[in-house]
Each structure stands twice: as C-alpha cells, then as structure tokens.
C-alpha cells in the first residue's frame, strides 16, 4: 500500500503493470446484463440510476475506496459513454483521489454478459495478480482487504483456490432476499469451501449428489445466505472464462468449476460477512429495500447524511430517518413521516403526506398528494391530489391531478400523465412507443398492441416486457414487487399443507369418502395404491394397458378377489377428482365436468375389467355405494351411467339387471334409484325400439 | 417417576452369528460380563431404580440373575417374547405398552457408552421433545480392524442426519442403505423444509447410538399403529417427517360428529398421528405467551409452530459404541479393556495370581488357571479356562471354560465356551466353537461344531 501507486491515474506505464501484484486490484461490470429496471436503463445505465439521490455506481466505487482499493477497472457495456462521462466530472477522477480508476468500455453487441467482460478483460492482460470483482450495483462496507488475504491464506494449503465468493446471511422472508437470486449452498463447514450451488428459485424440492455426503463426512447446507456479487478471484479466472464459453453468469462458472474440480483441481470457497453490509441491486423490489436499509442506516458509512461526493450536497438529517438536502421548501401542514429523503430544491405542496420514499431534485408536488414507499427521480412534477404507492418515478415525469399510481408501477423517464389516470397494479409506462429494431423486442403482433399510448392525453406507452426463454416465473417475482409481503408465507403454507396432504396420502385417504371400504387391511391398501397409479396414469397420461398390468400387480401384491377389483377400480375413479382437487364434491354440474375426462382417460381400463355382466353389476354396486357415501355425487350418477352406456362399457342388459336387484343399502332407494329412473325408462323405451326394429 | 426406561434385548445379532448360536446377543460377554450388564449399569448410574428388560423367553432365568451376580440394585421387569420369534424394536415397545405409564427411555442391549444420560434428558425436558435421539461422533480408528473369521466386505452402516445449526432439531434422516437401495443418486429435500430450517447441518459420520427417549403419546401411537416393527427404521424417518405437517386438530373435531360417520374414519388403526397428541392447546398457549424462542432470523413462533419436534443429542466426547457386528463386538472389547477403570472407577479387576506373563490390558476371570510360561497380550479371557505352557495370546477373546494345551500360537481370535485347542496349533483371525486338534493351522476360518455345521 505505498503511496506511489495512489497518484496518477489512467495512464498505465509500463513499470506501474509491473507492480501490480502489489496493488489492491478491483474490477467492477458497470452493467447488470439484464432488462430488470426497463424501460428505464434504455436511456440511462443501470450504474447512473439514483439510490437515495446518489448515482449507484458512486456506492460501489465508495464501498472499494473505503476498503482500501488503490486501482479500479470499471468495465462498461451499455451507454459506456455515459458513464465515461459522469466518471470523468466525478472526483473519482481527480489527481487527488486515492483510488484511480480506468475505464474500459465495449460495445453490447460484443459484451452480452459477465462471462464476456471478463473474457475480454483476460484477452487485454490487464490483470496479473488476485483481484476484486464487484458489480457496480452493490452496495457494501465490507472490509474486502482481510477477506483477501484470507483468499491468500487459503492459497498456501489450497493450491486450486480460484475464487472467494462473499456471501451475507439473510434468513428467509427477509427483505433483503432477492426472490430472483435464492440459492442454496452446500458447504464445507470445516474449510468454507462451496461443494454444490443451486438456485432455487423455481424448484420446489432440492436435490443433492450422495457422492458429496460420502466424501465429505459433514457438510452444511445453507439457505440463509444471499449472493452479494462480490468475490475475490485469483487471476486464473479469467483464463477460466476464457476457455469455456458457455461460462455466462457467475452461477454457470461456480457450477463449472464445481463439476470439473477433480479434473482441473480448482477450489472455490465461501464468505459469510458478520457484522457488514452488503448487498445487490438486482431489481426493483431488491431496489426498494436497499434505498431502505440505506436510509435506515445499515449500510453506514454509506448513508445520504455522510455523502462525500462534491456534485451533490450532503443531507441533512433530522428524527425518524428524514434526510433533506438544502433547499427544500415544505408547505405548511405537509407532513415527512418517517424514512424520507427529499434532494435540493424540491418543493412539497400543502398537506402532502410522505413516508418511506426517497424524492429527488427539483421536484415539485402539490397539494394533498400521498406517498408512500415511492422513489421519485429528479424533476419530477406531481400535480395536487395525486396518490402513489409503492412506484418508482423515473426523472421528469409529470403527473397531472388526481392520478393514481397502482402498487408496484414503474414510470420511465418524460412520461407524461393526463389529469385522473388511474394506472393499474404492476404496470410499466414509458414516453415513448417501443422501437421496433430493439433487439430485445422482437415481436410483431405486440408492436401493434403497444404502439397506442395509454391514454388520449398523456405521453405514456405500456412497456411490454420482451418474452425471454424460460424466465417466465422469473419475471412473475420481478412483478411482485409492492404486493402484500403475507404472499409469501402464504404461498409457503400452501406448500405446507400439500405437504401434509401428501403425508397423508401415504398411508389413508380420509377426505373422500369412499364408501363401505372393506376392513380387510389388503383391500385398503390396494385401494390406496390404485388410487395412486390412477391418478398418475391420468396426470402423465398412461396408457390404459400399463395401468392394466400396475392395477394387476397390485391385486396379486394384496391379494384380493376379482371382485374388490372390480368395485375399488371404479370408486377410485369416481374419487379421483376430488382427491386431485383436493374439494368434495360440490353437487354442481362441475363435478361432471371434472371427472368426464377421467373417465374418459380411463376407458380401455374399464373396458378390460368389465368384461362380463357380474362384472358390470359390481361396478354398479360401487358406483351406488359410492354415491350413498357422497350425497353430492348422485346428481351426477346419471350422467356417468349414461356415459358408460354411450361408451359401451356398461350393457344394457347389466344396468337393467342391477336396477331390478334391491339395492344393498335401503336409503340408495329413496336417491340414486330415483335419480336414475328417467334414464332406465330411457333405456327400457329405446330397447322397445330397437326390438320392434329388428321385429 | 419421570422417565421408565426399556431395554431391547431380543435381538437376534444377526451380524454374528457365528457367534450368537450358543449365547444370545445380549449375554456375549465383553470383558468377561454380559453385554446386557454394561446398560444395565448406565441405567442404574443414571438413576433409574427400575428397567424393563425384553427378551426371548428361554433366558429369562439367567437375565434375571444377572443383577444379583454382578452386584447391580437395579430391578428388572422382565417381559418375554415367545421362544424363536422375531420381533422387531417396535413390535417389542408395542408389547409392554401397558407397563409404559410416562415418557420412557428405548434402548438396545448392545450399547456401551459413558455419555452422561442426563443431558439427552435434559434436552427432551427443555424442549417438550416428541423422540430424542442419541448420536455420537463415531471414533474412526473403529473402521480398521481385523475380524476373525471369513474376510468379508464390512461395511459401517452409516446414516445421513440433518440437524439444524441453530436448535438441535433433527430434520431429516435417511439410512444411507436405503438410498442406495433404491439406486438413488441424490438427497432431495424440500424447499418449504429449508425456509424453516435454512441452516442444515449435514453429518454422514455420526453414530446412532439406538438410545431414544420417547414421549408418551408417541408410544401410544406405535401401539396403535401396527404396521410399524422398527423404532430406527421405520417410526424415527416417519416422526421425522410428521415434524412439518399442519395440525388439523382441532377442525377435525368440529366436522367428525356432523360429518357423515365413515368406516375410514372411524378404522382405528390408522388414527391421525395429530389425534394422539395430548395437552397441545395447552402447550400453543404457552408457547404464544412466552418472549423466548428457539431460533432466530424469521418471526415463525418458537419449534416453527410444529407440535411433533425430533431433536438429536450429538455427543461430541465420550465413548459409545454399539455391538451391533462382530468388528465392533471385538472393538468394544479391546476399548472397554482400556477405559475400564475411567469407565468403571471402584469395580477394579483382580487377575488370578499366577507368574504368566500378563500384559496391561487384559481381563482374565478369577476362576481362570494360567501356567507359568504362557504370555498374554490386550486379551479378554473367562472363567475357568485352563491355559498351558508357551501359550501365546495376542489380541484374543476367550469365553468361558476354554482349555488352551500347550506351545500354541492365537491370535486375534475368538474362542466361544467350552472349546478347547490341543497342542501346537497356530490360528490367527479364527472363530473357535469346538476342539482343535494338535497342529493345526488356520486363518481366518470359523471352526465350530461339526453337527453344527449339519444342521446348516
């Protein structure tokens, strides 16, 4: 950490590249190489956006000065020059900085992700000794130093150690979980070294090699961890990158080195921060709650009040976390509750309530409007009687009166708002109509449905977001921003009681009624298991004959009559919607609706256990108890005799012949005898005919 | 009375048979006492005044005598299973049901261990524990050693236990037998598992030690629910995973009486396993007015709100080890030699006077008679066996009324009662269950009775 390295800045002679290893090295991607803030970073990179009125790149380049890094490349894709340009004006650039920075800056066409920045940092030897790599859209006050030394230390016994990754403990249904980057991580709790990575965002049950039980004696698996885009890499990662193209995004290289450890013997290893702050802006809910834990402090020093750029005054701060840069004109009875930060010169109108929002410069709002948990961007221009809950507002928007702004909306920069929009629930507006040469927007059809602008009066175009290759329930939880955080421990009871259910479903089946089950243990198993093959059959669609010869295996596993066959194949048909659906009966048509598919599904077994008339008639004599056990059903008796009849599985003669026999069960008299009558008249007359015919 | 506590010994020792015809498990002896000796005495240090003991009914006499000759107060209640039959641990929980009046203590016959029991009691105490179990970090020197009789591939039975890092809850156990059974590649665990259990600690080396303390109501549920037959196999994964379903309790009891009275409900031998639970309004009560909780990092109420809990005691030091195989048998018997004296303080061991040359780490009966020039080392031998001259023993276990003649050579054997070896002989790794004549030389074979070897 000598002196002489600090000065200077971008020229880089020759001898400076020479004592590299020496330097504190960090590489930032000043682009997240996602659309998760469009249509807003189409005019802006995701780095320039503002965190609390502070553009973001300047917290990640804080976060490296202040753990002591003297040399940073930032690495810049879309609107490169943009960001050369805040750079340059910035006192990151001035002689007198401690850290000195270079830019390197690559078209998008050429740089489509993480893996291709570093590929073409490798490709310009720039790097020779361990380095930082950081997105320039995290937030942190981690002391990187002692974490790379550990790095250094771990070296000595490890000789294949390529990356420290850092990780912050954040336990499930905290805010600062991003829904879109959960992963699971087996560790090595004895060393920190990383054995497998998952994310799980769309997995409902995760699965782990044996191999790694057996190999490694303990192993902890942690859900609790949250991936803060920070690692320490050895140089060998890049030459990594650089060999394997299909390395895109940090998960594809862990998961790379991970399956290739024994061949290439290369070791990646876990930080579990304690005590510091760190966290990625990934999108707009994680965008949401790090502005919150920076105005609520947890990131000290990188908080509004202690801002050390020299382009934007510092704040000021008073009680309940309500930051004001100078200049700001609050009108009387307007009310800062509590979480606010408002930039210079804005002005807030009468009676205006604000809690939780971050408001920027030179913005203007008037009277009786209400916000709350809303980022509104600089020169921004809210007209009285607006309400705005949970939206980010992008710079220059104007809201004219009364507009309501629905939960979880983003406005991109220069919309304009007629009087009275109501703008619903998770909607994204931009100024102006999507290009048709966008890459990321390709489709015809949706051009001609965007095109409109949202309303008459009002510069405003739905943004549609572009229909990427299986991200589709990534984009579901990018949406869920500003919904009711119960949605989550809903969900998850959800989860809990299918659980259960399932539990249940092992060993008995107690909320369909099935009728005079037979004690006989055997019976009840065989039931249960048929009731299992049939609801698979029906789910993956199997064919008839497999779950012929699964349903006879049962039947010589349990042993029983041909009979019980008969009977317990036919009431775990008629059970099987309620049991998929997990509701009873509802004695409506829909009950009819829903099993006539299964039935139909279920023909050809039918067909082959209702060969002969005893068959049939114990068929009919489950299908009765069936309905005697599920007074709802026998509304739909009728139908499915019919239906039998129609396919053929059913004779005329068997139906006759079980309608005449006495019912087994006095009470069926009085409901199933009586609601199938008109279709044994039917019967009975359209066998007249067809006798007479052949008469 | 708090706790009652139950031994299990009717098992078959199916792992050993070679040694298991003539003695049942539980009365093999390991230093020169029956197995069954060592839990009895961890039962009676820990307090317990009384025990249920199960076993096959043919050695009910010498079970019952086993306190009174070897100076143990303990009481035994001896309940019998019928002669040649199989039962399972939970077929044998199900068979004393009646005498379980709390919550008991399940242990098995082939378990020694100096853990101090009272802190698996304490743990089941603090956290109203539905089953807790007693794991150890298995010592690995346990894994290389030679056994006598025919090389076989032996291979440590290992199970994979998940504990949670913050709560010693046990959230998933699976037999690595079972998973590879099933020619399963992976463990799959669900994701609704891990939001309630985000720091899962899994231990693949960890040994069970068989030793369960069992609340009440679960006894009851195992007596209720006959299709179970083993606590580890079968009800222990199954409380597992009852761990995490929903109580649907008290629903159920507003809709039964209303609700249309179906054989399957009412067919009791599959109650809900929620229906036995006892005292949990009370307990949810409880739980809602106290400020303490189990874990932190989520507002989920103390236990995550789960009524059935499983938790696991690991014990980090202290010896335990179970009997469960002829390589651990002959283990336990040379490290039971050593911590004798730490394990057992005041019950010192008195060798036979004689000149033989007696290494350190041996047990030699009383009643035993050596001559002069014989020389034994880290070796167990009985009552009344007669060993001659230039005998040498290294690393043997001798039983009961053996005769050992003169110039041979044992080594890491086992010799099984009443078996006698003529002069000469030379057997290494060698189950010995009848006469060796002069000169004979061997390596890892099984040498029992002829007729034996018929019946076979």
Sequence with gaps: ??????????????????????????????????????????????????????????????????????????????????????????????????????????????????????????????????????????????????????????????????????????????????????????????????????????????????????????VDLRYDLVDTHISICSPVVLPLFSDNFDYQTWGDFVRGILINEEILNNTIYYHQLEGSYAAHVSNVPMYDAVSKDVIQRWAFPLVPDLNRSETTPRHTLSRHNVYKQPGVTLAKESVLERDVAVGENSKIGERTFVTQSVIGSRCTIGNDVYINNAYIWDDVNIKNNCHIEVALIADGVVLNEGVKIGRGCVIGPGVVLAAGTKIPDNTRLMAHPPKCDNDFETSDEEDDKVAKPFSADSVAYVYQRPVEEDSDAESLIDELWGLDIDEDSESEEDEDEDEADNDEDEEHEEEVDVGDLPEDMNARSFYNEVLESLQRGYEEKIKGDNLVLEINSSKYAYNVTMKEVNMLVIKAMLSLPSVMTKKAATGTNEDWVALRPILQHFLPVMRNYLKNNQSMLDSLEALEEFGVHNSHFVKSICKVLHFLYGEDVLSEDAILEWYTNPPNDPSALKTIRKTVEPFITWLEEAEEESSEESD | MEYQAVIMAAGRGSRMTDLTHARPKCLLPICNRPMIWFSLKMLENAGFEEVIVVIHEQFRAEVAAIPSKYGLNIKLDIACLPKNEDFGTADSLRLVKDRIKTDVLVISCDLVCDIPLHNVFDLHRTHQSSVTALFSQSSPEVMSTAVPGPKTKFKQERDLVGLDLQTPRLVFLVSEADLTSENEEELSIRKSVMKHFPQISVQGNLLDAHLYVIKKWVCDYIAENRSFTMLKGEVLPHLVRKQFIKIQRKKNEKELPNADVSVVSLNTTNRDICSFLVDVEEEEKIRSYSVWNDHRGDLRGPYQDHNIRCFAYVAKEGFCLRANSLSNYCELNRQVIKRWNTMFPNMEITPPVSKAQVGTDCIIGETSQLSDKCSIKHSVIGQGCNIGEKVRITNCIIMDNVTIMKETTLQGCILMDNSSIENSCDLKDCIVGHTVHSNCKSTNEVLVDADRLLEI
């Excluded at chain 1, 490798?122 to 380095?131: T, V």
């Excluded at chain 1, 990575?197 to 049950?205: A, C, E, F, G, V």
Aim: hydrophobic share 40%.
């Design chain 1, 1 to 218: 950490m000598s002196s002489n390295k600090t000065s200077k800045s971008m020229s880089k002679s020759g001898s400076e590249v020479l004592k590299q290893e020496d330097v504190v090295l960090a590489v930032l991607i000043a682009d997240s190489f996602s659309i998760r803030f469009a249509p807003v970073t189409d005019s802006k990179p995701k780095a320039l956006l503002p965190l609390v009125n502070r553009p973001m790149i300047d917290y990640a380049l804080e976060s490296l000065l202040l753990s002591g890094v003297q040399k940073t490349f930032v690495y810049c894709v879309a609107h490169a020059d943009q960001i050369r340009q805040y750079l340059k004006e910035s006192k990151w650039m001035r002689s007198v900085s401690p850290m000195s920075i270079e830019v390197i800056s690559q078209s998008p066409d050429d740089c489509r992700s993480l893996g291709d920045s570093l590929r073409d940092i490798d490709g310009k030897s720039l790097i020779r000794g361990d380095f930082i790599l950081m997105s320039a859209d995290v937030i942190s006050n981690v002391q990187l130093i002692p974490i790379l030394e550990e790095h250094r230390e771990k070296r000595k016994t490890d000789k294949g150690i390529v990356m420290t990754h850092i990780f912050k403990k954040s336990f499930p249904g905290h805010r600062s979980r991003s829904a879109e980057e959960e992963l699971v991580l087996a560790i090595n709790p004895t060393n920190g070294r990383i054995l497998n990575y998952q994310q799980t965002t769309n997995l409902k049950k995760l699965s782990f090699p044996l191999e790694m039980f057996k190999e490694h004696g303990l």
